[in-house]
């Protein structure tokens, strides 16, 4: 639990918390109002989209997973992609209890064009800082998540 005591002891994390939160917000409206807006698409559907394509076919709980959102959200994110004829779903094989993603053609002609302009999205996006600054933030957020990972 955090008290006011513990934010004033840690005043920096804390700041360094805030701006992390504001600048991964920022950067997603960014991406959002360039390149999903104009297809009708949110964040988090061009998550799923782009999760499912990586991987062909994808079970719905490691959907969730990998794209940090809860199933019931997965769930009517799924609805809405299915509904723009994007996504499809099917049974497992094995057990006919799971739900198995798998992008439709519409879908992955969608997820083709839409990869570089978020691409180009985020190159802007981080334009201002020098290679090395850009390698060192890198480093320090993948060093964050394996810190937080392993404290699972």
Do not use: C, K, N, W
């Given at each position: 639990m955090s008290t006011q005591r513990d934010t004033q002891r840690h005043p920096v994390a804390t700041e360094a918390v805030l701006h992390l939160h504001r600048a991964a917000n920022a950067v997603r409206q960014h991406v959002e109002q360039v390149v999903l807006r104009p297809r009708q698409l949110t964040w988090t559907g061009f998550v799923v989209?782009?999760?499912v394509w990586a991987a062909r076919?994808?079970?719905?709980?490691?959907?969730?997973?990998?794209?940090?959102?809860?199933k019931a959200t997965l769930?009517?994110?799924?609805d809405t992609l299915s509904g723009r004829g994007l996504v499809r779903r099917d049974h497992?094989?094995?057990?006919?209890?799971?739900?198995?993603?798998?992008?439709?053609?519409k879908g992955r002609r969608l997820v083709r064009e839409l990869?570089?302009?978020?691409?180009?999205?985020?190159?802007?996006?981080?334009?201002?800082?020098?290679?090395?600054q850009l390698a060192l933030m890198t480093a320090a957020l993948r060093g964050l998540i394996e810190h937080?990972?392993?404290?699972?």
């Open positions: 989209l782009r999760t076919r994808m079970e719905t709980r490691h959907v969730a997973e990998h794209a940090g959102i809860s769930t009517g994110v799924v497992h094989p094995d057990d006919g209890r799971l739900v198995v993603l798998q992008l439709t053609r990869l570089p302009e978020s691409q180009t999205a985020e190159a802007f996006v981080l334009s201002y800082l020098e290679p090395a937080l990972e392993r404290a699972r």
